[in-house]
C-alpha cells in the first residue's frame, strides 16, 4: 500500500500563485509515476500534470503548459505542483495520485491522496 498526503492548497487572488506538495509513503518501489489531477464542483476529474518518478519527465495539458510545473525531489516520493498566474476557473480540489505509468486518464493510477483545496477569487 501507498499513502500519500497533500498539502499547500489554499484561497488566493487570480494572478496568484501556490505550490502543492504531495508525499508519498509506505510500498512506493511500487510507484513509477505520480500525477496530479484536479475536480471542481459538479465536473469530472481533469488531469492537470505527471511526472516519471525515474527520470522526472512532467507531462501537461495544453491549459496549465506555461503556467504549472510538476517536479519531484531526489528521492522521487515528494512531487509538487507549482502553479503560476492562477485563474479562477482553477478553483478545484486537487488531488496526488500514484501509478505506473505517467497517464492522464485517472484510471490509471492506484493510489490516491484525501486532495486539497485550492481557490481563486477573481
Known amino acids: 500500500q501507498v499513502q500519500l498526503v497533500e498539502s499547500g492548497g489554499g484561497l488566493v487572488q487570480a494572478g496568484g500563485s501556490l505550490r502543492l506538495s504531495c508525499a508519498a509513503s509506505g510500498d512506493t518501489a511500487s510507484i513509477y509515476a505520480m500525477g496530479w489531477f484536479r475536480q471542481a464542483s459538479g465536473k469530472e476529474r481533469e488531469f492537470v500534470a505527471a511526472i516519471s518518478r525515474s527520470d522526472g519527465r512532467p507531462y501537461y495539458p495544453d491549459f496549465v503548459k506555461g503556467r504549472f510545473t510538476c517536479s519531484r525531489d531526489n528521492a522521487g516520493n515528494t512531487v509538487y505542483l507549482q502553479m503560476n498566474s492562477l485563474k479562477p476557473e482553477d478553483t478545484a480540489k486537487y488531488y496526488c495520485?500514484?501509478?505506473?505509468?505517467?497517464?492522464?486518464?485517472?484510471?490509471?493510477?492506484?493510489?490516491w491522496g484525501q486532495g486539497t483545496q485550492v481557490t481563486v477569487s477573481s
Open positions: 495520485a500514484a501509478g505506473t505509468v505517467p497517464e492522464t486518464t485517472p484510471l490509471a493510477y492506484r493510489f
